[in-house]
Structure formats: structure tokens, C-alpha cells
């Protein structure tokens, strides 16, 4: 018997910390039912656990990985409406792992994956300041002065202020591109950065996460990170590297 929380942290999805958030979003099941508290206690031997529907095991061993995202593709392991998800980009790999925050359906680029339940919730908590980095393609003539209303911060629609560093990068018919730097992690956040100065985004891409690249990967490409690297996302978020 072992609570639901140690339990997912053994799985890799997340830490325990991290666990109580999922539990409360209900995006986690106990034999097909959401659980009633984040203490339940549970029978691993016997109990079904899923995640976003998708079924949960102890972790045998540690797998980080890094993936071109493409676009038009769920940043999830299972969808209910039966639409691509980057599952199908990640057969064959021996352990299941989780995905490190979220990338928009229409957005690509570099998405971390792991069974590392405390690495996962460090990178992925504003708390840590991992430095994300985008490209975005934006209507309109992009100016100095939007850059600073960025940089100061932008109410978001869930109440928090959203701010991002902003490099323009070109002008090309009507089109800017622009490159945001940032360290936290909102729900679409970039693309609400970018409307509310009245350049809505044509087209995004993540091209670092914690300064790790999807550098030679085709979108839909993937590979494991080395040990440097995993050693370097550790540290950055205060854990010791093996």
C-alpha cells in the first residue's frame, strides 16, 4: 500500500509535489475513477493508475530525451478526440516518458521528456527560472517600443503577468521575426505577449529549453540526451548530477 503521490513520483511522471497538482486537475485515475483526495492510499499490485489516460508504472530506468515537436500534434501521451499526440513520435523506447511542461498544438520545436519526476517538476516550476527560447513570426511592423512593454509585463488571461526579453531579428513584407526569451511558463503565453502589443503570432517555435536544442532533429526527430547535458538541466534547477 503507498499514497497515490509517492506512488507517481515512483512512475517518473512527476515529483510528489507535483503529483497533488495533477490529482486536483483531475487529470489522474485510480481504476477508471478520479481519486477524492490527494492522500488516497492505494494498492500498487492491484490498482489501475492512469494519467491522462494513459496507464502509469514504476519507473526501472531514467530516460531523458529531447524531441523536434512538429506542429498540429498534442502535447500529451493520449487524446480522447483521437488526434495526433507526440506519442506517435516516440515508439520504441523501452521506458514511457513524460513530457516536461506543454508546447501548443501549433507550436514546434524543443519538448524535453523523462521519467525524472523531480527534474521534470524543477524545470518545469517559475519558481527555478529555466530560460525558454522562442522564434515567432508576427504580423505587422514589430518596434522597439513593443519590445519594452514586454519586457515590463503583460497581464495574462489567468491573472498572472507574463514578460519576456525581445530581440527583433527581421522585417520581411509585412511579417517580423522575433526571438523571446523567457523564465516561466504560462498557457500560450508568448502568443498573448505578442496580441497584446497588436502583432498576433503567424507561426512559433521553441528552439532552447534550459539551453538544450533540437539542433539536427527534422520535426518529429528525437534523441537522448547526453550526460553532460543531463548533468547541466540538474544543476540549473538545483539538483546534484550523477
Same mark, same amino acid.
Given at each position: 500500500?503507498?499514497?497515490?503521490?509517492?506512488? /507517481?513520483? &515512483?512512475?517518473?511522471?512527476?515529483?510528489?509535489?507535483?503529483?497533488? *497538482?495533477?490529482? @486536483?486537475? =483531475?487529470?489522474?485515475? %485510480?481504476?477508471?475513477?478520479?481519486?477524492?483526495?490527494?492522500?488516497?492510499?492505494?494498492?500498487?499490485?492491484?490498482?489501475?493508475?492512469?494519467?491522462?489516460?494513459?496507464?502509469?508504472?514504476?519507473?526501472?530506468?531514467?530516460?531523458?530525451?529531447?524531441?523536434?515537436?512538429?506542429?498540429?500534434?498534442?502535447?500529451?501521451?493520449?487524446?480522447?478526440?483521437?488526434?495526433?499526440?507526440?506519442?506517435?513520435?516516440?515508439?520504441?523506447?523501452?521506458?514511457?516518458?513524460?513530457?516536461?511542461?506543454?508546447?501548443?498544438?501549433?507550436?514546434?520545436?524543443? /519538448?524535453? &521528456?523523462?521519467?525524472?519526476?523531480?527534474?521534470?517538476?524543477?524545470? *518545469?516550476?517559475? @519558481?527555478? =527560472?529555466?530560460?525558454? %527560447?522562442?522564434?515567432?513570426?508576427?504580423?505587422?511592423?514589430?518596434?522597439?517600443?513593443?519590445?519594452?512593454?514586454?519586457?515590463?509585463?503583460?497581464?495574462?488571461?489567468?491573472?498572472?503577468?507574463?514578460?519576456?526579453?525581445?530581440?527583433?531579428?527581421?522585417?520581411?513584407?509585412?511579417?517580423?521575426?522575433?526571438?523571446?526569451?523567457?523564465?516561466?511558463?504560462?498557457?500560450?503565453?508568448?502568443?498573448?505577449?505578442?496580441?497584446?502589443?497588436?502583432?498576433?503570432?503567424?507561426?512559433?517555435?521553441?528552439?532552447?529549453?534550459?539551453?538544450?536544442?533540437?539542433?539536427?532533429?527534422?520535426?518529429?526527430?528525437?534523441?537522448?540526451?547526453?550526460?553532460?547535458?543531463?548533468?547541466?538541466?540538474?544543476?540549473?534547477?538545483?539538483?546534484?548530477?550523477?
Amino acid at each position: 500500500m503507498v499514497r497515490i503521490s509517492k506512488f /507517481l513520483s &515512483l512512475c517518473g511522471v512527476t515529483s510528489r509535489r507535483g503529483a497533488e *497538482a495533477l490529482i @486536483k486537475d =483531475g487529470r489522474v485515475t %485510480v481504476n477508471d475513477k478520479i481519486p477524492e483526495k490527494v492522500g488516497t492510499i492505494l494498492d500498487e499490485a492491484n490498482d489501475v493508475v492512469k494519467v491522462d489516460g494513459s496507464v502509469v508504472t514504476p519507473v526501472e530506468e531514467k530516460l531523458y530525451i529531447v524531441l523536434n515537436k512538429p506542429k498540429k500534434a498534442m502535447t500529451t501521451l493520449h487524446d480522447p478526440f483521437k488526434r495526433r499526440t507526440i506519442t506517435n513520435f516516440i515508439k520504441g523506447l523501452k521506458q514511457r516518458v513524460y513530457p516536461v511542461g506543454r508546447l501548443d498544438f501549433d507550436t514546434e520545436g524543443v /519538448l524535453l &521528456l523523462t521519467n525524472d519526476g523531480e527534474l521534470a517538476f524543477r524545470l *518545469a516550476h517559475p @519558481k527555478f =527560472g529555466v530560460k525558454k %527560447v522562442y522564434e515567432a513570426l508576427v504580423d505587422g511592423e514589430f518596434h522597439r517600443d513593443s519590445s519594452m512593454i514586454i519586457s515590463h509585463g503583460v497581464k495574462l488571461e489567468d491573472g498572472h503577468i507574463g514578460k519576456a526579453k525581445v530581440d527583433i531579428l527581421g522585417y520581411v513584407r509585412n511579417v517580423t521575426r522575433l526571438r523571446l526569451t523567457l523564465t516561466e511558463g504560462h498557457k500560450r503565453e508568448v502568443r498573448q505577449l505578442c496580441k497584446a502589443v497588436g502583432h498576433p503570432v503567424k507561426a512559433l517555435r521553441r528552439v532552447e529549453f534550459a539551453e538544450i536544442t533540437a539542433r539536427n532533429l527534422r520535426p518529429g526527430e528525437w534523441r537522448k540526451l547526453t550526460k553532460g547535458e543531463i548533468g547541466h538541466l540538474k544543476e540549473q534547477v538545483g539538483l546534484q548530477a550523477d
